[in-house]
């Protein structure tokens, strides 16, 4: 019962060691002694007079006693910079003694004023313009460093791990190793009150390489924490080996709270391998250093590991003398670990005396003490789940965004493919539509020229003989119909094969344009003429009587007489020979109304050409 009683005390070691470096850091590579620092320091306070190099020898002592963890002594410094005119307009300066008043209460247990003190700090600094070695960033980092750290024991676990994981980063990015491992040295410390023992180690371990080669102190504490670490998850002996290094360079610097704790700890390990004698001899030798130093939560917890260590030695007397000392000790203060191991502790004592009635109400008080604490450490853990909880909701709602912006961005993807392929379809048809409109164009001139075609000599381009005929039949209709007069011409060109053989085909076509150009010349709108054969011309005459197509006849052969002459061709002479027909009242048809100007041409041939011949006068 009590060895379990033993280790559980001794699991919960309140560690009130607080690896303070000064903000600048003075100290922290230095080799002389604590001794030795602090006389210099008071020697050159007590030889100027209040000045602004006495106010920094102020501040500088004020950092050591911060560096060596002794609030005893850093109060009455930190009251005497304030007494200083220039503090008054030195933000830096009031900065500081925050700090210093942040690191004194810390280390007397009083977690809630050391927050209110490194807040009321980090404001100065935040609302000030400080000149500072390193940028206001660095003392930022150092403020926010020992504030992460105190959170731990304002039970505020997990604020502290993130916010000194955070502040490693800083130091690492601006490649500040000092307040890198200081981050590391925390780390650890947070990872042995949530009793995770190996992490713990690690982050030790880590800090012991990264604090700088000559800031021997901190290598040595990080040595000292790391040792009591393997002493629970590694060897004993390997943890003995450790603390005995740690314990050579704190007694060279006369870090004399360290060595307290490192005399507890030594006490410990030999309590663990059953050598009672020695264990009880380094217990009141920590026993002895803390209760010089002054602090009741840390003195009372060197009494509780004491009189744990005398009642297993058998004297009982005396362990519950020194249980009671400690549980009047830890009565008022915050210290809540503290409370539990000491009332526990004075329960045990009172239990094996037989004084059962105050053991019960020890062990109450004790209980309470661990439900205030167990009821902190919900609170922060419950406040751990919710702010997971709301990191997780966040994280599935940036998701369900995401996800959300990406199906929009699909949806208008789509859209503008959608739009494009309408353009292209647009745009398709359009060509399709003009290449069909132009087909089109092109079949309908087609259609027109072979319509053209159809009705039109492509020579002379005068009606072809189908069209003339056509034309010549309703002529033949309309005027027969209303007793019209109508005549009609056959007309052929005299002697034509000579112009072909004698001067080409070609010349024989522009010839034929010739002779028909000059006989559409002296015709009306009325009158129709088309080209019946090679040389041969047939003209329609409607409401035209014998005169008038005489008359036309003769103007016919003017005109072509006219042409001949004034044309570049390489002919002189060209007649043509006339067969004149007229409608009537015994005619049938057109056909033969064109037959009969046939024979008149016939006979204008055998005349001598050049002539005209009226069908029906004379011997037809
Ligand atoms: N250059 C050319 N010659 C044509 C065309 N059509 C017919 N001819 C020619 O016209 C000539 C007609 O000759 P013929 O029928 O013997 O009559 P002609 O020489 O005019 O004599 P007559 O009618 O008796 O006065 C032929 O040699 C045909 O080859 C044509 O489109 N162009």
Redesign the pocket.
Known sequence: MLRWMFLLVAATVHISGFAATFVIHQFAFEQRSFDDIQEELNARIDQTAPSAQSIDAQVALASLYVQYERPELLFAVVTAIEQYESYQDKPLYQALNYFFRGVGYHLQHDYEAAEVSYSAGLAIIESSEINYPNGSLYLTTIFEIYQAANATFLQEYSDSVAALTALKNIADQNEWRFLSALSLYWLGDVNYELKHYEQAETYFKQAKTQFPNDASLYIARSTMREAQMTNIVGERAEAFSLLNQAMVQLEQSGDVVSLAYAYLLQSYFHDKNLDHDLALAWIAKSVALRESLGVDADIANAYVHYSAILGRNGDNEQARSYAKKAADLVEGTQDLTGQWDAFHNYANQLYTSGDYKRAYEYMLRSERALLAKARLDITEETARLLNQFSFQQQSLENQFLDEKARLLQTQLAQEQQMKSRQTVTIVALSVFAVVVLMLLILIYRLYLNNKKLAVQDP?TLLSNRREILARGEHAFAMCQRYKQAMCVLMI??????????NHG?????K??ILAANALKSVLRNTDSIGRV???EFLVILPHCTQDKAEALVNRIFTALGDAVASSDLPISNMTI?VGLSMLTSTSTNFIELAKLADQALFKA?EQG?NQMQIYGQVDD
Do not use: T, W
């Open positions: 020579l052929d060109i005299d002697k034509f094969k000579a112009i072909n053989d085909h070609d010349v024989g076509d010839a034929l054969g090679g040389e020979s041939k050409r």
